[in-house]
């Protein structure tokens, strides 16, 4: 079975570009997570959805950062306009939710993103 | 509230030793604790997990030991092995968040020949 897939695997573009990363997660998943990963501060949850609803976008930095989910095997994450401190490894990841809960989340290989 | 404190930073560790990574919370909510494990260029996967009804859970060469009254756990590999040189997150989440995780800092691990 594929995993959470991710693309494009590097994005390198200038300062004021807009920028899309894309992701489909594990089929059969109804929880998506979009995490944000630097050397400064670690592994920031970014949003989350929940049967393609977003739940939580507390972690998004700004304005500038959009997130959608048309449906359930794919999302996207918007950056515009881009800047430099953008820059980071960014992250997707899919879960099977209900039950007892705490399935563990399946991440992607990330989207290296330069902001030049 | 929703921190989870991690360290150390960095460890390096000599082939066969144990490595032992800590982690402290504050929010008693939380009530599951995984750790995941990242190479270069992956992304995070899940090593082991505890919840706080267990002091202890084994699998293999990794340990998590749990310490509820004092809000901490550690991750405990034993005969470290130069494959394990990875980073490890500690997280943790709250019932009722389905899944929402507060993630550590890391460590990166280097186990030496």
């Known amino acids: 079975d594929a995993g959470v897939i991710q693309s494009p695997r590097h994005e390198v573009t200038e300062m004021g570009q807009e920028v899309t990363l894309r992701c489909k997660p594990i089929?059969?998943?109804?929880?998506l997570f979009w995490y944000r990963q630097t050397m400064m501060r670690g592994l920031e949850l970014l949003i989350y959805f929940n049967n393609n609803v977003p739940i939580d976008d507390s972690g998004m930095p700004e304005d500038r950062f959009s997130a959608k989910m048309p449906n359930a095997s794919f999302s996207t994450l918007k950056i515009q306009p881009s800047e430099p401190r953008d820059s980071a490894v960014y992250f997707c990841a899919s879960t099977l939710g209900g039950g007892l809960g705490n399935q563990p989340q399946h991440f992607g290989d990330g989207t290296r993103l330069s902001i030049l | 509230q929703q921190q989870v404190k991690q360290s150390p930073q960095s460890l390096i560790v000599q082939k066969g030793g144990i490595s032992i990574i800590n982690c402290a919370y504050e929010?008693?909510?939380?009530?599951?604790f995984p750790w995941y494990q990242q190479f270069p260029g992956k992304g995070p996967a899940l090593l082991i997990a505890?919840?706080?009804?267990?002091s202890e859970k084994k699998e293999g060469r990794f340990t998590i030991s749990f310490n509820k009254s004092a809000k901490q756990f550690s991750l405990h590999i034993m005969d470290s092995q130069p494959g394990d040189s990875a980073t490890y997150f500690c997280?943790?989440?709250?019932?009722?968040?389905?899944?929402?995780?507060?993630f550590g800092t890391g460590t990166r691990l280097q186990v030496t020949l």
């Open positions: 929010n008693t909510a939380f009530d599951y």
């Open positions: 505890i919840r706080p009804d267990v």
């Open positions: 997280a943790a989440s709250r019932a009722g968040t389905a899944s929402k995780l507060t």
């Open positions: 089929s059969g998943h109804d929880y």
